[in-house]
């Protein structure tokens, strides 16, 4: 099992997350995070603030709810993936890891589509399929609650799907 994998389904088993959507604002939360919603350019989707002991994710309010639901996971994947920062914003991520500048942006999204899409659920709710056409990825992309484009890139790094 990879770093990712394993460190998001201990934190799913802790916080008794068993099924999508993946409850991003209520895990921000629980790990002592607050979640601000906003409103920035276009540009920023979310920022990672620490300050003593306080926590705050503040994510950009104008951008669809399902990129907001990956800033927050993103911006998780930073809390836990690289305790050592005081402040970390995020301007024009994309989801396409490939895209990232650098490794720690790249590891973040890795981090996001695992706790949005965990592995062990998407292989679930994909063995009830055939095979996958465009329509399962928008019906699984609206059980996630995360973009289509995520969940198609979802599925390819997970082997379900060619590469587009």
């Known amino acids: 099992m990879d770093q990712n ?8 088993k802790k916080l008794g997350v068993h099924r999508p959507p993946i409850p991003v604002d209520k895990i921000a939360e629980m790990l002592g995070i607050e979640v601000r919603y906003l409103p ?12 003593g002991k306080e926590l705050i994710i503040g994510v950009n ?3 669809h709810p399902n990129r907001q639901r990956f800033t927050i996971a993103h911006e998780i994947g930073h809390y836990i993936l690289h305790k050592g920062w005081s402040l970390h914003v995020d301007e024009d991520f994309c989801i ?7 490794l720690d942006e ?59």
Do not use: C, H, T, W
């Not at 994998?5 to 799913?12: E, G, I, P, Q, Y």
């Not at 709710?125 to 056409?133: G, K, L, Q, S």
């Open 106 to 164: 790249r590891a973040a999204n890795r981090f996001a589509a695992e706790l949005l899409m965990p592995e062990d659920l998407i292989q679930a709710d994909v063995a009830r399929f055939e095979f996958i056409n465009d329509a399962v990825v928008s019906a699984l992309a609206d059980k996630y609650r995360v973009s289509s484009q995520a969940m198609q890139l979802r599925l390819v790094n997970l082997g379900y799907r060619e590469p587009f």
């Open 96 to 102: 396409n890891r490939d895209g990232a500048d650098n």
């Open 40 to 51: 920035s350019s276009d540009g920023v989707s979310g920022a990672l603030i620490r300050k």
């Open 61 to 63: 309010s104008s951008q």
């Open 5 to 12: 994998r394993k460190k998001v389904s201990d934190l799913l």
